[in-house]
């Protein structure tokens, strides 16, 4: 079964714009772990944010920051004030105790920022 | 020192050519992946070292042989591949996760591989 489902194989922004990448996730563990990476046609896998099951508050890195809605199981990752450089894949992905620790991804976003 | 350092960056290699792609972190992770990606597609986990002993192989070819001399090194030694394994090899490393928060993975730059 997929654990993590990301529904948007494509995304367009308008430079400044704010863009909502969307992420949902399966898992029976009360604990576990969100994690969005941004890839770029160079390959290199940056982690941008981190969001625990436990924790209380959204998480925010800068302008980066994560829609946590539990009881829906949706970790949205929404960028604000879009730059060219943002232009990547994006993927969604989570760590949970049932998957040992390993990491499953979503298929991944494709956002293009438009000038 | 919080990088994941792998070379190759570019691998041409002939189908019976034998290679290597290392891998190199200093930041005490415990546990280190090899991931296969191919073009616009999620990384396919190919195999996991916990504590530098072989703990996860996901069912791939004897053609990839994997090797983790020490904790802070880990290798992928390449033998009479096929063109369809030509990918972006990434590496990473992680620290072993605790009850209650996760630690992500930090992933190297990978090695872009091309069998001919």
């Known amino acids: 079964a997929q654990k993590i489902t990301q529904t948007q194989p494509g995304m367009f922004v308008q430079e400044k714009e704010a863009v909502t990448l969307d992420c949902t996730y399966d898992?029976?563990?009360?604990?576990?772990?969100l994690f969005w990476y941004k890839q770029p046609s160079s390959g290199e896998m940056i982690f941008l944010i981190y969001q625990g099951s436990y924790d209380q508050q959204n998480a925010t890195e800068g302008r980066y920051s994560l829609n946590f809605q539990k009881a829906r199981k949706s970790a949205n990752l929404v960028i604000s004030a879009s730059q060219l450089g943002d232009s990547a894949m994006y993927f969604c992905?989570?760590?949970?105790?049932?998957?040992?620790?390993?990491?499953?991804f979503g298929t991944g976003t494709s956002l293009t920022v438009i000038p | 020192d919080t990088e994941v350092t792998q070379t190759p960056k570019h691998l041409v290699m002939g189908m019976t050519n034998k290679k290597s792609l290392k891998c190199e972190q200093h930041m005490g992770h415990r546990a280190m992946y090899w991931y296969k990606q191919k073009a616009k597609k999620p990384p396919e986990l190919m195999f996991v070292?916990?504590?530098?002993?072989?703990?996860i192989n996901e069912s791939v070819p004897s053609r990839f042989s994997p090797e983790c001399p020490n904790s802070s090194l880990l290798n992928l030694h390449l033998h009479a591949l096929q063109p369809e394994d030509s990918a972006l090899y990434l590496c990473a490393s992680s620290q072993e996760s605790a009850q209650g928060g996760y630690y992500g993975y930090t992933f190297g730059s990978g090695t872009r591989l091309t069998v001919v």
């Open positions: 070292y916990s504590y530098e002993k072989l703990s």
């Open positions: 898992t029976s563990d009360p604990s576990y772990g």
């Open positions: 992905a989570m760590r949970d105790i049932n998957t040992g620790n390993q990491f499953y």
